[in-house]
């Protein structure tokens, strides 16, 4: 029986979790009035959705949503840092107009499964392989020029990609330079040497360049970090840092200055004592996490499939189906962290996981970020057209990874949240803060199991 249908109009680091938890919050919330238009931009697909909590989703988290071209692939395979950061910011800049330049990577489960996937649906055209060398020569005439960083300072990676963001060109190291000046490249911007630690470096460049950077938000990702792409391509600035590191207050002071409702990408802790305090304070800006840090092609994925209406849960019949109880014990079995966008491009790839032959054997929860349809529209599309009756996407914690509770405005983290699991008919979200009047919207119901 089909489990999908399309609705017109508009850590990582983490391994995966099983668990049984005892959830009692689930709830729907009425779609916001109004919805932002996306900022101006090179972007060539408007995508098809829907609905205004779609619209108002994807506007706070994308300026640049480009069509798909003949793709070409590279490995990145034996690559050093610098030579990736090369070929993952000069991905942004080539994926901002169309979307021609996809990365593979032997320790991504994902990176190969989306490109087979996106093929056979007739989404896009391989026009063939090639190298770094390949890659530059062919694209190098997109880039404005090159902006030189030295990867053994890392925090010179992060403020090259600000001003690569900022400048349409790429990143490059010492070792790079020949290759590219060989292209006709020049430089931009030379950012070794010039401030004495990172904190510094960070404000004074983004100081220099707020106006020239398109997005509201902000990635903190580390030099070798798979996201560049995504946070090059969309005109973010990039910084770097942990609530540990002694940097934090004036680093995360230029984070957290941002209008409230903004997504904050990449991620910024390494231990569960940093992530709630890092999560703590972005919820008091009012700002939303969105882990990422090592998500691989996200300035692809945005493109495939953007142009087609999102599909959308058909939730199975559970008229027959006895409601919880609250004098019962509830057991869901669920696998959490769907939050970061790497866990359903990557993690749930594995044989494992989604792949399995045993899937449907068992009723699962699969957490799921209602915005991976946003920012992976065909990805989102093959899990509801995948799912088995006995898989459930579940909403993990909202549109972002935030802290409601410690927000000025909860309210409207909820109910953008809902609006946006509503429109996808998303019927349950896994909340890590218990709100039980919500229950009383859309309770709970067991999920039969054959003994």
Known sequence: MPRSRVKGGRLVGVGLVLLAVAMVTVVGAPVPAGAAEPDDGPAAVEAAVAGAAFDEIEARMLTVRPSVGPTWVVSVDGMTVGQQVLLRTLQGIVNRTEARLYLVDSSDQGSQRWLDTFQAEGLITVAGTTNLAGAVDRFAIEASGYVLADPTVSWTVMVAATVAAAE??????????????????????????RWPDA??????????????????????????????????????????????????????????????????YGYLSDTGEEEAVAVGTLATAGLVLVPSDTVRNLSYQVAVGADRPREVIDP??????????????????????????NVPLNRFSGPANWASPRRGDLPLGWSITPSLAV?????????????????????????????PSLMADAQGFYEDSFALMDELEVERPFLQEVVPELNERRPMRRHPIDA
Request: aromatic fraction near 6%; glycine fraction near 8%; charged fraction near 20%.
């Open 168 to 193: 349409g060109a790429v990143v490059a190291s010492p070792a790079e330079v020949p290759m590219l000046e060989a292209e006709g490249l020049t430089l931009v911007e030379d950012v070794r040497g």
């Open 199 to 264: 904190a510094t470096a960070y404000e004074a460049v983004l100081s220099e360049r707020a106006d020239d950077l398109p997005h509201a938000g902000i990635a903190v990702l580390r030099a070798d970090d798979r996201l560049m792409d995504f946070a090059v391509q969309q005109g973010m600035p990039v910084v770097f840092t942990r609530p540990s590191a002694p940097d934090w207050s004036r680093v995360s002071a230029l984070i957290t200055d941002r209008p409230p409702g903004t997504p904050v």
């Open 375 to 403: 920012l992976a529209p065909a990805a989102w599309d093959a899990y509801v057209r995948e799912a088995t009756a006995a898989d459930e996407l579940v909403g993990m914690i909202g549109w972002g990874y935030g802290a």
């Open 316 to 341: 199975p019949d559970v008229s027959a189906v006895e409601p919880c109880a609250p004098d019962t014990l509830n057991v869901v079995v669920g696998l959490t962290d769907g939050d970061n966008v």
